[in-house]
């Protein structure tokens, strides 16, 4: 009995630091991957709802359709700004600098004000959410082609 005492205590129920630090790590990183997935695709979906729009909605409707906007357009320029300057694409830019100007600017006075608002914040939104797109894609090619040292590299169709 003893000794299956001492082979328990020996063994402990809880795993090290390391285990658990990678498991909260890895579990965080692929949790962060689904949320801007998922973040990217409502995003989209709200676009595409805000630019179909024909005809002025309803005050209310307007009214949730810009601030969802304008949460997306705050969340993405955060995106947008973590791309090193040298590497934002020209879209990605633009798209900063529109959004500073909606925001110091607000909607316009008269009847198509707020819906001319809504439709340019999807604008910016759109171009964001796009130049997000072609980063995150232009850092997977660069990522696919495998270096070989005194060869040129090797491109991912030809392996």
Excluded: K
Aim: charged share 20%; glycine share 6%.
């Amino acid at each position: 009995m003893r000794e299956h005492t001492e082979h328990t205590s020996q063994a402990g129920n809880t795993p090290s630091a390391t285990e658990v630090d990678l498991g909260t790590t890895l579990l965080r990183q692929a949790a962060t991957a689904l949320e801007e997935e998922h973040a990217e695709t409502a995003a989209f979906s709200l676009v595409r709802q805000a630019l179909a729009i024909r005809q002025t909605p309803a005050p209310q409707e307007l009214a949730e359709l810009t601030d969802s906007l304008l949460t997306h357009c705050t969340s993405l320029a955060v995106g947008v700004q973590t791309i090193p300057a040298q590497q934002r694409p020209a879209r990605g830019a633009g798209a900063l600098r529109d959004w500073a100007q909606l925001q110091a600017d607000g909607p316009a006075d008269g009847p198509l004000g707020p819906w001319s608002y809504a439709r340019q914040l999807a604008l910016v939104a759109r171009n964001m959410l796009q130049a997000i797109c072609n980063h995150r894609g232009a850092a997977l090619e660069r990522a696919a082609y495998v270096g070989r040292p005194s060869l040129p590299p090797l491109a991912p169709s030809s392996r």
